[in-house]
């Protein structure tokens, strides 16, 4: 399983899947996180977290802990 923490700079990825539970999954789809979704990733801070991205045409920021549970392809 490769999830979007093993997405090296400036790859894209297709969502296939969210792992989670509760509030957490929840909140990963509020930002806009759904299955079928492109993602480029932009930036990675310098100690690796947070996460900068692009998702559906807007910046977004998550931690490294959040990017565990999306499953890509």
């Known amino acids: 399983m490769k999830t979007l923490k ?3 700079v400036g790859g894209t ?3 296939v899947k969210l792992h989670g539970e509760g509030p957490t999954k929840r909140r990963i789809m ?3 996180i759904t299955k079928g979704v492109e993602i480029l990733v932009r930036k990675v801070a310098p100690l690796g977290d ?3 991205l692009n998702v559906r045409g807007y ?9 565990e549970k999306i ?3």
């Open 59 to 67: 910046e977004l920021s998550i931690r490294k802990a959040d990017a």
């Open 13 to 15: 990825c297709t969502v």
């Open 30 to 32: 509020d930002m806009g």
């Open 50 to 52: 947070p996460m900068e």
């Open 71 to 73: 499953e890509v392809q």
């Open 6 to 8: 093993d997405i090296s």
